[in-house]
């Protein structure tokens, strides 16, 4: 009985300390969404707040009216998302599944191959170079899809390790069948596979449609501009983002913008996918991490 | 002829491996080894009219340059002691979690932490700024308008007060990355044998006997190898949590300032190509010796725990 009675005080203890830990995590996330959702004079009044003190949908309703240049930049995000994690895992996946086997006579020259990448860069100056006088990828959707996030070299590996743990024997059939590599590859390996290329997928999908430091140093031109650097603009500049319609009473826009809650709401805009996706994302990111945890 | 035969040979017996990783090697030619040659920026004084193959060779002097500036202490400090700051209090919140998360008995809440914990990680550095501003914005920032009153303090201009920032962002990183990190502990807890539990608990031993004696002992190679990883990435930063979150302002440059922002600094803002590359090289090879430095130690010790 005794023992019962403390166990189940120390987990009320655990409890409260968790429940301390959620709200120091979520507090910012309310700050940000109670401010865009609050009238604009009463932040003047009383600076920004968890509740707001007089509701108002001016800010999203100010961005709706804005929405051209916010939905060309989810398009750019989104396309650039796609197409990179596709690419990127299909590229990853042609590479790892040959350094796997261990009848490929040059399988540790090309694993060191890419293993001394994770051991040395050239650092950014010579990277910047190669990608702005070699290829020249400035103000275009490559600028946002070829550099660094591509593959990983640690993706590659990650891959390797778990199609070495798949059986050869799988191999073996499938070559007395008449199979190509590429058919076993596709065919056997890839369907195996699906845990890795999730954790992968869902790592390069995340790293994509966070990218701004690409938009940051090689995109000039609002074609391109991403989503990320639409907010990182506004939150610089909120001028910025209605600068960009660049329409005749562009004055008279900037005069009505409550700017402080259309920043918010701006964030607000920039979150929402991420945290809508995250129940999805959230099973396959813990999977993801036990695989690699127990891989370690 | 004849020394082309076993070539050929190869080639043709392999043909579709090779082809398949064709695509992911001319990537890592172009991403990644081509750069790596594209040091000798560093020792040359690039210009544009004459390429960097045929500027002049000006030898060490752009790192000569780098070392004689305030910058080139400033950067290095910042970079060394916000990483070895993180490395040991990432190490405390995240071990520490995953502790306390596989102490819970309730598998619905203990799910729902794990949800909330990872959140951050989602967040991309842009978010993390707005985040971060909420709360410190000069104007009508939370804390300048209702936790500084409160307290019968004076509001601070948070974006010009760099003596706050190195805490600021110990804050900011810790809140990103300890609830990731733990989830990667807290996998080895789980996957450790119950057995040792259960033989504790005959002989009588307390919860943090179990933690001291069971637990801390059998995760110290996890434990190990994920701090060495960082140790061996002590020069490089975080580019995002220093650039986005300060928002990039120059009177924050003392605190702020690490190797990583500043070679982008030196080469968006002042094109200065010799120096930048130079800091960036250092920053290189101090990472490379670090990492095989950091191995070798490893492999001493426990030979399997060791990174390669």
Same mark, same amino acid.
């Given at each position: 009985?005794?023992?019962?009675?403390?166990?189940?005080?120390?987990?009320?203890?655990?409890?409260? /300390?968790? @429940?301390? #830990?959620?709200? !120091?995590? +979520?507090?910012?996330?309310? $700050?940000?969404?109670?401010?865009?959702?609050?009238? =604009?004079?009463?932040?003047?009044?009383?600076?920004?707040?968890?509740?707001?003190?007089?509701?108002?949908?001016?800010?999203?309703?100010?961005?709706?009216?804005?929405?051209?240049?916010?939905?060309?930049?989810?398009?750019?995000?989104?396309? /650039?998302? @796609?197409? #990179?994690?596709? !690419?990127? +895992?299909?590229?990853?996946? $042609?590479?790892?599944?040959?350094?796997?086997?261990? =009848?490929?006579?040059?399988?540790?020259?090309?694993?060191?191959?890419?293993?001394?990448?994770?051991?040395?860069?050239?650092?950014?100056?010579?990277?910047?170079?190669?990608?702005?006088?070699?290829?020249?990828?400035?103000?275009?959707?490559?600028?946002? @899809?070829?550099?660094?996030?591509?593959?990983?070299?640690?993706?590659? $590996?990650?891959?390797?390790?778990?199609?070495?743990?798949?059986?050869?024997?799988?191999?073996?059939?499938?070559?007395?069948?008449?199979?190509?590599?590429?058919?076993?590859?596709?065919?056997?390996?890839?369907?195996?596979?699906?845990?890795?290329?999730?954790?992968?997928?869902?790592?390069?999908?995340?790293?994509?449609?966070?990218?701004?430091?690409?938009?940051?140093?090689?995109?000039?031109?609002?074609?391109?501009?991403?989503?990320?650097?639409?907010?990182?603009?506004?939150?610089?500049?909120?001028?910025?983002?209605?600068?960009?319609?660049?329409?005749?009473?562009?004055?008279?826009?900037?005069?009505?913008?409550?700017?402080?809650?259309?920043?918010?709401?701006?964030?607000?805009?920039?979150?929402?996918?991420?945290?809508?996706?995250?129940?999805?994302?959230?099973?396959?990111?813990?999977?993801?991490?036990?695989?690699?945890?127990?891989?370690? | 002829?004849?020394?082309?035969?076993?070539?050929?040979?190869?080639?043709?017996?392999?043909?579709?491996?090779?082809?398949?990783?064709?695509?992911?090697?001319?990537?890592?030619?172009?991403?990644?080894?081509?750069?790596?040659?594209?040091?000798?920026?560093?020792?040359?004084?690039?210009?544009?009219?004459?390429?960097?193959?045929?500027?002049?060779?000006?030898?060490?002097?752009?790192?000569?340059?780098?070392?004689?500036?305030?910058?080139?202490?400033?950067?290095?400090?910042?970079?060394?002691?916000?990483?070895?700051?993180?490395?040991?209090?990432?190490?405390?919140?995240?071990?520490?979690?995953?502790?306390?998360?596989?102490?819970?008995?309730?598998?619905?809440?203990?799910?729902?932490?794990?949800?909330?914990?990872?959140?951050?990680?989602?967040?991309?550095?842009?978010?993390?700024?707005?985040?971060?501003?909420?709360?410190?914005?000069?104007?009508?920032?939370?804390?300048?308008?209702?936790?500084?009153?409160?307290?019968?303090?004076?509001?601070?201009?948070?974006?010009?007060?760099?003596?706050?920032?190195?805490?600021?962002?110990?804050?900011?990183?810790?809140?990103?990355?300890?609830?990731?990190?733990?989830?990667?502990?807290?996998?080895?807890?789980?996957?450790?044998?119950?057995?040792?539990?259960?033989?504790?608990?005959?002989?009588?031993?307390?919860?943090?006997?179990?933690?001291?004696?069971?637990?801390?002992?059998?995760?110290?190679?996890?434990?190990?190898?994920?701090?060495?990883?960082?140790?061996?990435?002590?020069?490089?930063?975080?580019?995002?949590?220093?650039?986005?979150?300060?928002?990039?302002?120059?009177?924050?440059?003392?605190?702020?300032?690490?190797?990583?922002?500043?070679?982008?600094?030196?080469?968006?803002?002042?094109?200065?190509?010799?120096?930048?590359?130079?800091?960036?090289?250092?920053?290189?090879?101090?990472?490379?010796?670090?990492?095989?430095?950091?191995?070798?130690?490893?492999?001493?010790?426990?030979?399997?725990?060791?990174?390669?």
């Amino acid at each position: 009985m005794r023992v019962n009675k403390k166990s189940s005080l120390s987990q009320i203890m655990l409890h409260i /300390v968790f @429940i301390l #830990g959620v709200i !120091i995590i +979520l507090m910012p996330v309310i $700050l940000v969404l109670s401010v865009s959702l609050s009238d =604009e004079s009463s932040i003047f009044v009383s600076g920004y707040s968890f509740i707001p003190e007089k509701f108002s949908l001016a800010a999203y309703s100010f961005l709706w009216q804005d929405r051209v240049n916010i939905l060309h930049a989810y398009g750019v995000t989104l396309s /650039v998302t @796609i197409i #990179g994690t596709v !690419i990127s +895992l299909l590229i990853t996946a $042609l590479y790892a599944y040959p350094i796997s086997r261990h =009848e490929f006579p040059l399988r540790n020259f090309f694993s060191f191959f890419v293993f001394f990448t994770i051991l040395f860069g050239g650092g950014l100056v010579p990277w910047y170079m190669v990608y702005t006088n070699l290829v020249n990828v400035k103000d275009s959707l490559l600028a946002l @899809i070829l550099p660094g996030l591509l593959m990983s070299g640690f993706n590659v $590996l990650i891959m390797r390790t778990f199609f070495q743990n798949l059986p050869s024997a799988l191999n073996e059939s499938a070559t007395i069948d008449g199979a190509g590599e590429f058919r076993i590859w596709w065919q056997i390996i890839l369907p195996l596979s699906l845990p890795v290329l999730a954790t992968i997928g869902l790592f390069n999908t995340l790293a994509f449609w966070n990218d701004w430091f690409n938009s940051l140093i090689f995109i000039s031109d609002s074609k391109f501009y991403s989503l990320q650097y639409v907010m990182q603009k506004t939150l610089m500049d909120i001028q910025f983002i209605s600068q960009q319609s660049g329409t005749g009473n562009a004055s008279s826009l900037l005069a009505s913008i409550p700017t402080e809650t259309v920043r918010m709401a701006m964030a607000v805009v920039g979150i929402g996918p991420i945290v809508l996706a995250y129940p999805f994302f959230q099973r396959y990111l813990v999977q993801g991490l036990t695989v690699g945890a127990v891989k370690g | 002829m004849k020394p082309h035969k076993p070539i050929r040979k190869f080639l043709e017996k392999n043909k579709v491996l090779l082809l398949m990783m064709l695509p992911g090697f001319l990537y890592l030619i172009l991403n990644n080894y081509i750069p790596m040659f594209g040091v000798i920026i560093a020792f040359k004084n690039i210009n544009y009219a004459q390429g960097i193959l045929g500027s002049d060779w000006v030898g060490f002097k752009n790192f000569e340059f780098l070392f004689n500036t305030n910058d080139a202490y400033i950067i290095i400090r910042n970079t060394l002691l916000y990483n070895s700051g993180f490395i040991i209090i990432n190490l405390i919140f995240s071990v520490g979690l995953a502790v306390l998360l596989n102490e819970l008995r309730n598998k619905l809440a203990a799910r729902f932490y794990q949800s909330v914990v990872l959140l951050p990680h989602l967040f991309s550095a842009v978010i993390l700024g707005y985040l971060v501003f909420a709360f410190l914005s000069a104007d009508y920032g939370y804390l300048n308008h209702k936790v500084l009153p409160w307290l019968g303090l004076e509001p601070m201009n948070w974006y010009n007060e760099a003596k706050a920032w190195p805490y600021i962002l110990m804050i900011v990183n810790t809140w990103k990355s300890a609830g990731y990190l733990s989830i990667i502990y807290l996998a080895a807890i789980i996957g450790l044998d119950k057995e040792y539990y259960e033989a504790a608990l005959i002989d009588g031993a307390n919860k943090w006997k179990q933690f001291s004696r069971i637990t801390l002992p059998l995760i110290a190679p996890v434990i190990i190898t994920m701090t060495l990883m960082q140790v061996g990435r002590i020069f490089f930063s975080d580019f995002g949590l220093f650039y986005q979150v300060p928002m990039n302002s120059g009177s924050l440059l003392q605190t702020t300032n690490v190797i990583d922002t500043y070679v982008y600094r030196a080469l968006i803002n002042m094109g200065d190509l010799g120096m930048s590359s130079a800091a960036g090289l250092f920053q290189s090879i101090v990472g490379f010796v670090l990492i095989l430095s950091v191995n070798l130690i490893v492999r001493k010790v426990s030979k399997e725990n060791a990174l390669f």
